[in-house]
């Protein structure tokens, strides 16, 4: 079946510095890939997503690249900032029938000053 | 809109207590889901709906109730908890396009039961 492996935190960092949280998958045929992240207290919203191979999302300079050929979306920003302490999920959905979304078990990210 | 709106937020119950947990949304979204968050486990599909009278099992479905008689609501009903049922809800919901739908999530329910 479907799943999603990502780094285990958590991982702290200093404000400024760089950011990868890595994430491989497996799945079958062709799935959309996801990075959705959880502020304290919160429920999971969209950060990014791409749909097909080659394929790189970005959203509040946040980064991934949709690998096929090594199967991963290992998320990238070139500096962090302290409102970007939050749980990153990495996730997949596959094509075909109900699109059951799978998730990765969560990265925690502590940026302190 | 709201969004995905859940109620209550926190919940204690007592072993053997019955409970719904309520979810609703407002964008004509097709698809509903239920999940629990438990640490070290990620999220883990609960039962989920494609549709109006239309409900089906995910991961773990054992103790849980679902129905879908509207298109906004889908609660979630624990029949007799157990305190392996502690844990973070969350419900969502997805327009039912295609594999790159985005899921829309409710701001969680943290529910303990003793």
């Known amino acids: 079946g479907d799943s999603v492996t990502q780094m285990e935190g958590p991982v702290t960092l200093s404000e400024e510095a760089c950011l990868t949280i890595n994430c491989t998958y497996t799945a079958t045929g062709y799935p959309s890939l996801f990075w959705y992240v959880q502020y304290p207290g919160e429920g999971l919203q969209l950060l990014l997503k791409?749909?097909?191979?080659?394929d790189k999302g970005s959203n509040k300079g946040f980064e991934a690249t949709y690998r096929k050929e090594t199967t991963s979306f290992h998320l990238e920003k070139g500096s962090v900032q302290v409102s970007d302490s939050a749980v990153y999920f990495c996730a997949l959905c596959s094509s075909g029938g109900y699109q059951k979304v799978t998730f990765g078990t969560g990265t925690k990210l502590q940026v302190i000053p | 809109n709201a969004g995905v709106t859940q109620t209550p937020k926190f919940q204690v119950l007592k072993t053997g207590q019955s409970m719904t947990l309520q979810c609703a949304q407002d964008?004509?979204?097709?698809?509903m889901s239920w999940y629990r968050q438990d640490p070290g486990m990620g999220l883990r599909l609960i039962h989920y709906s494609v549709g109006a009278g239309i409900t089906d099992q995910g991961e773990v479905p054992n103790g849980y109730n679902v129905s879908r008689s509207t298109t906004e609501d889908f609660p979630l009903r624990l029949l007799s908890a157990a305190p392996s049922q502690t844990s973070v809800y969350f419900c969502?919901?997805?327009?039912?396009?295609?594999?790159?739908?985005?899921?829309?999530f409710g701001p969680g329910t943290r529910l303990t039961v003793l």
């Open positions: 964008m004509n979204h097709e698809y």
């Open positions: 969502a919901s997805s327009p039912g396009q295609g594999r790159a739908d985005t899921q829309y």
């Open positions: 791409a749909t097909k191979a080659d």
